[in-house]
């Protein structure tokens, strides 16, 4: 989710990368950096870590040339801790091409390996600046720098937008894009590039949206557009008919609506680079040795908030697919109750921050006890993952919005990915196994996409329940989580009173709460398991009797649910495992379309802070 600007015209470069970049701040970022080509055919760079403020810093100490071209980037740590090093751009061998990137190089590791092994020194541990060495060797060859990141891009893998500028080639600047955003700004006698139209509508409206597997040129006189194999093609041109404040949010009103929208994106991101060569399972920072993650006999799963219901996902996962005994505890309460810790169990700290107060406490306690540590977090750099024995970033790029959505979705991946890497490890799955599962992880974007298609159904029946007061949602398995966190929203957003319950626990008490009318958010396991269908049926059956209003998540082809659903919404066929990860999106939808027809602030609810600092 960095933050990309490029310029070509006849204003002062610096001026309007900068500015471009104070615009993209709304994304997060942990530095920056631009990069003009100036007189004498040179690349004029600079970059620093932190804000924004710290680069106009060093700019106005050490003023660039003036320039007419130039690129800036603000980034959020994947690869690499954020510092003044790791900071884009980055430049190649011989300092010629300068080049920033948002997204992740898969294979970035095999093609830095070939680099040094023909003497290329490389200053970073980005996989950015791997791309730059290579189109760097491209125009050293002798073509043009269109050329050159046509014929890298055909040896990518993974998502990215790249954004170059050659020394020798002063007045272009040439962007590639593969499931990764970038849009042109058309000017008069200037063009511009920007992850999105943040980036330059202050200078223009017009835009030009690429396609997939496309490269840009741009130059005063224009735009030209090919695919990877230099082949014309064309954008998709628009007008922007927004405002600054809306052009961040994508024509969104809240950051919250874009961020749930963001969430195919964001988990096809956080599944990125999980696989080697051979096919087996990989993870970003995964420091144990297979001999110590044979060891772990017990895994402690510590969060608060969202990310305790994610941990408690986790829990359904990893047991089903390891057979490890898995305990999940509020981190606010964990070190206070004497746990049983040593060196044979692993606790795994969830995060998106890498902050919380509450769970940082913990993980010391946990590794005085002598437990290995492993952090899922979407922060590189943060006190957690660097407190911890191992790592598994999310990647979902920053959240604005406090009430956590695509935060929540890559934290399950992430835990998916565990389970299934301690199942590779352990020997408890079969290859075969995990690659059935990795294969369906792989189709949940596409699946989401599905859910959100149908977003006007979850919009209205918020519209139907702008007076309710009490709303209560009910989960089998690992649908009980899911019920869980719907009932957070609402809470955080609407400010009703909402209660998650497992279905089960019904006649235990909490149905003495349902009265006529009452609305019942229902997450309906898949088919085929356990008797988990008829058994949430029953529960359905049981308010429903007593006047409750029902509104059912069930999956496509579900017919046996129809005659106990006032309200039926449609989801992906899933395994039950796998099934928060599209069953929670209409629950976010509601939650977010409720609190804004009730006139709340969605992004900013009251006495919430995104990431808790204090214990």
């Known amino acids: 989710m960095c933050g990309i600007v490029g310029y070509v015209g006849p204003k002062q470069a610096q001026d309007v990368v900068v500015e471009g970049l104070r615009r993209l701040e709304y994304r997060g970022y942990d530095s920056a950096g631009v990069a003009l080509v100036v007189p004498g055919d040179v690349i004029s760079l600079a970059k620093r870590a932190g804000k924004l403020a710290n680069l106009e810093k060093a700019l106005a100490d050490s003023p660039l040339p003036a320039s007419h071209t130039g690129i800036g980037h603000t980034r959020w740590a994947t690869h690499g801790a954020p510092n003044d090093v790791n900071a884009h751009p980055h430049l190649g061998h011989e300092r010629r091409v300068a080049l920033v990137h948002n997204g992740i190089i898969e294979n970035f590791a095999d093609l830095r390996a070939r680099l040094e092994a023909d003497d290329h020194v490389l200053l970073s541990e980005t996989d950015t600046e791997v791309v730059a060495h290579l189109v760097e060797l491209q125009v050293e060859s002798g073509v043009d720098l269109t050329t050159a990141m046509q014929r890298v891009c055909q040896v990518l893998e993974g998502a990215f937008t790249l ?56 130059t005063r006189e224009g735009v030209e557009i090919t695919d990877f194999h230099g082949h014309p093609a064309e ?21 919250m609506r874009k961020e749930i929208f963001e969430q195919p994106r964001a988990v096809a991101d956080s599944l990125l680079g999980r696989r080697n060569q051979a096919g087996l399972l990989q993870l970003d920072e995964m420091r144990l040795s297979d001999d110590e993650i044979r060891d772990v006999d017990k895994i402690i799963i510590i969060a608060c908030g969202t990310s305790f219901y ?65 952090a899922i977090c979407n922060t590189n750099g943060s006190t957690i993952p660097r407190e911890s024995d191992a790592v598994i970033y999310t990647h979902a790029g920053p959240e604005i919005g406090v009430a956590s959505t695509k935060g929540f979705l890559t934290q399950l991946v992430a835990c998916y990915l565990l389970a299934l890497y301690v199942a590779q490890v352990k020997g408890t799955r079969y290859g075969d196994e995990i690659d059935e599962i990795m294969v369906q992880l792989e189709a949940i974007p596409q699946q989401i996409e599905t859910v959100l ?35 957070l929203k609402l809470k955080e957003l609407a400010y009703l009173h909402a209660e998650g319950f497992a279905a089960g626990e019904l006649k235990h008490g909490p149905i003495a709460l349902v009265e006529e009318g009452l609305p019942v958010l229902c997450v309906v396991p898949p088919r085929g398991r356990d008797q988990l269908h008829e058994k949430m049926i029953s529960g359905i059956q049981e308010v429903r009797a007593r006047g409750a209003r029902t509104i059912c998540l069930a999956e496509e082809g579900d017919t046996r649910i129809e005659p106990y659903a006032d309200v039926l919404i449609r989801l992906p066929r899933v395994p039950v495992l796998l099934q928060p990860l599209v069953a929670t999106v209409p629950l976010q939808l509601f939650a977010c379309e409720l609190a804004t027809l009730m006139g709340h602030d969605v992004d900013q609810p009251r006495n919430l802070a995104k990431s808790v600092t204090v214990e």
């Open 235 to 255: 954008g998709r041109r628009y007008h922007v008919d927004w405002d600054l404040s809306a052009a961040e949010k994508d024509g969104h009103d809240w950051f």
């Open 163 to 218: 954004v170059a500028i050659d020394a020798h080639d002063p007045d272009r600047v040439v962007a590639a894009r593969r499931n990764s955003p970038l849009v042109v700004g058309v000017g008069d006698g200037e063009h511009f590039l920007g992850s999105d139209v943040a980036a330059f509508i202050e200078h223009t409206r017009e835009a030009l949206e690429l396609g997939q597997d496309q490269v840009v040129s741009i």
């Open 310 to 374: 994610a941990g408690m996902v986790a829990k359904y996962a990893i047991e089903h697919w390891t057979r490890i005994p898995v305990e999940v505890e509020l981190a606010s309460e964990f070190r206070y109750r004497d746990p049983i810790l040593d060196y044979s169990t692993l606790v795994v700290a969830i995060s998106q921050s890498g902050e919380t107060a509450d769970t940082l406490q913990a993980i010391r306690h946990a590794r005085t006890q002598r437990s290995k540590v492993l």
């Open 453 to 487: 298609a149908g977003a006007q159904q979850v919009y209205d029946l918020a519209r139907e329940h702008t007076g309710t007061r009490s709303v209560l949602f009910l989960g089998r398995h690992a649908g009980y989580p899911v019920a869980l966190e719907g009932a």
